[in-house]
């Protein structure tokens, strides 16, 4: 199997918030949009989207909620004041992970965590760890 794109799909009532909340605090851009249903890709080349979609519609369909999404950045501290600034609300503050992020929280309009993170070095533990998987 040849994966060609990963989305994510929050099950959601604030379909509107969330579109404006991730175009613009993360540059996604507008795929599609109807009454139940939005997809916004991820700025770049990468393929990667997130879509929002009501809990239940009225053709039957039912989703669950619960997520959490990461974004990897170049720069956590520089992502950190950014986002700081704009006045979202910090749910966990910049702290360096023994397995190797430094990173941060914040909550999207529907309470799903968004990790932020760099890549750094990881503990000698965690580094042991990841070592015996090679």
Request: proline letters at 5%; hydrophobic letters at 35%; aromatic letters at 14%.
């Amino acid at each position: 199997m040849k994966i060609k794109r990963v989305d994510s799909t929050i099950s959601t009532n604030k379909l509107r918030e969330s579109k404006e909340f991730y175009m613009r605090h993360f540059d996604f851009r507008l795929v599609y949009e109807s009454d139940w249903y939005i997809e916004l890709l991820a700025p770049g080349d990468l393929a990667v989207g997130i879509s929002f979609t009501l809990p239940q519609r009225e053709a039957g369909e039912f989703f669950n909620k619960g997520l959490i999404i990461s974004f990897e950045v170049d720069d956590a501290d520089a992502e950190y004041r950014r986002l700081r600034d704009a006045g979202l609300k910090i749910v966990q503050g910049l702290v360096d992970k023994p397995w190797g992020e430094r990173s941060f929280v914040v909550d999207d309009p529907n309470g799903v965590h968004l990790y932020i993170y760099k890549t750094i070095p990881p503990t000698p533990e965690y580094k042991q760890i990841y070592d015996s998987f090679k």
